[in-house]
């Protein structure tokens, strides 16, 4: 089942915050983040795994709420390189041999001078 | 080096015709895949190979055949095309631990063009 992603899309002035958020209606194991810029492949930003943990990379960090199915990405003092679709993608808790991906539909960030 | 290629680039073929696309990837990953991208943007998981063989077959029609002659190589060839095919189409590699997804790295992605 596909994660929920919200907001769907989000317009940022240079320098200010920003949340994302992804949330699942089934039990996970882990969130992966991507960043799509227009044209390009996705990027790997980060995962987390069940266990709540918290993650950085530079001013961009996620948590992972493993009760709630959710996980939220922060994106701080946003810079115009951070411009692109954020895509979460969740795995479920349950292990089977065909164990995937979903991806959420993303969530278009637009950062402006 | 590029990490994961696919070629071509980019296709404009008529309805009717068949196509395939090549990936390779140099990074040593056990598991490859192959997302469909809409133009909507929604991601789609469509096939993932371990080690050559096929462990995820989603609903997909049969006209889309996947190949895997090695660990480093995942190919798509697709029958009969239809407009609705039309998409971009990614290769990904990853690390597959304990049957566990690791981090994705994509191919720069096929623009499959179908008129």
């Known amino acids: 089942q596909q994660p929920v992603q919200s907001p769907q899309a989000v317009i940022l002035r240079e320098g200010e915050d920003a949340v994302i958020n992804c949330s699942s209606s089934?039990?996970?194991?882990?969130v992966h983040w991507y960043r799509q810029k227009h044209g390009e492949a996705p990027v790997f930003l980060m995962i987390l795994l069940k266990g709540g943990e918290q993650k950085g990379h530079e001013k961009i960090s996620a948590s992972f709420n493993e009760k709630k199915q959710q996980s939220s990405l922060y994106l701080t003092a946003s810079q115009l390189s951070y411009s692109g679709t954020y895509f979460c993608?969740?795995?479920?808790?349950?292990?089977?041999?065909?164990?995937?991906?979903?991806f959420g539909e993303g969530t278009q960030l637009t950062v402006n001078p | 080096d590029t990490a994961v290629s696919q070629t071509p680039k980019y296709l404009v073929t008529q309805m009717g015709n068949d196509k395939s696309i090549k990936c390779e990837q140099n990074l040593g990953h056990d598991t490859m895949y192959w997302y469909k991208q809409d133009s909507k943007k929604f991601l789609k998981i469509m096939f993932s190979?371990?080690?050559?063989?096929?462990?995820i077959n989603e609903t997909v029609p049969n006209r889309f055949s996947p190949k895997s002659p090695d660990k480093a190589h995942l190919n798509l060839h697709i029958n009969s095309l239809e407009l609705g095919d039309s998409a971009v189409y990614f290769c990904?590699?990853?690390?597959?631990?304990?049957?566990?997804?690791?981090?994705?790295?994509f191919g720069e992605g096929s623009r499959l063009t179908v008129l």
């Open positions: 990904a590699s990853s690390r597959r631990l304990a049957g566990r997804t690791g981090e994705l790295f």
């Open positions: 089934k039990a996970l194991y882990s």
């Open positions: 993608g969740t795995e479920g808790a349950l292990r089977t041999s065909g164990s995937r991906l979903t």
């Open positions: 190979y371990n080690n050559k063989e096929l462990i």
